[in-house]
């Protein structure tokens, strides 16, 4: 026992030194911390402006839709009112056709006189 007495304090020492060491060794140092993180958050300003460019162009897109539906209703509803007026035109026809088929079924009148 009298030699773990007295090499206790070097064995206790060579710990220290030897855990020191390992616990320095896994330390990283502040530049290159700052680098690491100027690295993401450069990388995460050009996903952030893709995303911008994308969300405005999407934006873009939905006005332009939203323009074309309104003005493809506006060509329904004129396209309505000409077939409308069509069918009115065709009945209006349909009539006159009837007068014309009288007139030419009836026997030829001569004048008196």
């Not at 409308?84 to 079924?105: P, V």
Request: charged share 20%; net charge neutral.
């Amino acid at each position: 026992m009298s030699w773990m007495k007295n090499h206790a304090t070097t064995f206790r020492a060579a710990a220290v030194v030897v855990l020191g060491g390992l616990a320095l060794s896994a330390c990283a140092t502040n530049g290159y911390v700052d680098e690491q993180i100027a690295m993401v958050n450069s990388r995460i300003e050009q996903v952030d402006a893709r995303a911008q460019a994308a969300a405005q162009r999407a934006e873009a897109a939905n006005t332009a839709a939203q323009s074309a539906a309104t003005e493809a209703r506006t060509a329904a509803t004129a396209a309505n009112g000409a077939a409308t007026e069509a069918r009115s035109a065709t009945q209006r026809l349909d009539q006159m056709n009837g007068r014309i088929d009288a007139m030419e079924a009836a026997p030829v009148r001569t004048p008196r006189g």
